[in-house]
Every structure is written in structure tokens, then in C-alpha cells.
């Protein structure tokens, strides 16, 4: 995933993972998700995180309902460190 974001850009190809969380439910479930947490090469951290429509990642659909969904978000340090 990358994405440029008040002119940074994140990208999880060339950043480093420092670590990931994912829930113990089926992929496809409404509440299953993951995290993975990364290091840009100049210090700076970002979080991005995917999941069902019964999570922090869900995204309202066109039936006014919610569908899974994904997010990308830049961290400061004390926020990556929690």
C-alpha cells in the first residue's frame, strides 16, 4: 500500500515492518483484522491496518451499511512506541 498524505508519501514496499497484529477470527469475518506497524527510512512511523465492516477499518458502502475496508495513518513516536 502507499499513499502520499499532506506531501509524504507512505509506502509499505520500501518501508521497514516493525511488527503486526492480526485478530484470531476468519479473514473473511466481519470482525476480523490486521495491523502492521513500519518505519519510513527518515524515522517517521505509519500504521496501516485492514478489516471487516464490524471494525476501525470499515467504510460506509453505498447501502448505507458499512463494508470492509482499509487505512493508512502516520504516527509520531510516542504513538508508534504504545
Not at 9 to 35: F, P
Not at 51 to 72: H, I, N, R
Request: charged share 30%; with cysteine.
Amino acid at each position: 500500500m502507499n499513499k502520499v498524505i499532506q506531501g509524504k508519501k507512505y509506502d509499505t514496499q520500501i518501508a521497514k515492518l516493525i511488527g503486526a497484529y492480526e485478530t484470531n477470527e476468519l479473514e473473511n469475518s466481519d470482525v476480523w483484522y490486521r495491523e502492521e506497524l513500519y518505519e519510513k527510512q527518515n524515522g517517521e512511523f505509519f500504521l496501516t491496518g485492514q478489516g471487516g465492516c464490524k471494525t476501525q477499518y470499515a467504510v460506509p458502502s453505498t447501502t448505507l451499511d458499512f463494508k470492509a475496508g482499509e487505512k493508512l495513518e502516520p504516527l509520531v513516536v510516542e504513538e508508534a512506541e504504545m
